[in-house]
């Protein structure tokens, strides 16, 4: 599925959730995770044949691999990017990540409020029928006022929103 950007001629102000910063937090929150679960693990098999060992290090390794793989799962479906469409009055939200590929267009007049939770980079949107719905945009960074010039971040996406109109909150204590 591939994703049109314009929208009836209209491109949009974009909001992106990337996986590379995701990816590389999850991998050294793994390392120091791991490694001192595998040391002792390492240190207490010098007693133990050459042949155990091969097997006790496959199976290490097929542990590593399954983690390695849900967290990749789980990085793919919590990363959702917004575009802002603000002539044509449209939220789109967007997963483009396989298997979790979605694409939404809300227009302004169906959304009721939008709940940003910051630091868990949760948005929760109300809409006027009573439903809400909750989309994760993990890699979406928060603004610490330090760095951030270039690439927009949640305290954007949220600073916009309030700016075209819409009722907007936002709990930094999460």
Known sequence: MKFQEDLNGEMPEKFISPLNVYWKNCLYGLAIIVTPLI???LLSLKDIPLNTHLNINRL???ILGVIILLISLWIRFANHSFYVYEKNRVLRVINPYFPFKKDKLYTFDEIHDLHFLRYTNRLIIT????QSK???CDCLQN?????HFVEKTFDDFFYRMTQLGLKTSLNSKN
């Open 60 to 62: 290490l390794i097929e």
């Open 134 to 136: 909750i989309y994760l």
């Open 39 to 41: 040391i002792p693990l």
């Open 143 to 147: 603004d610490y006022y330090d760095e």
């Open 127 to 130: 809409f006027t029928n009573g």
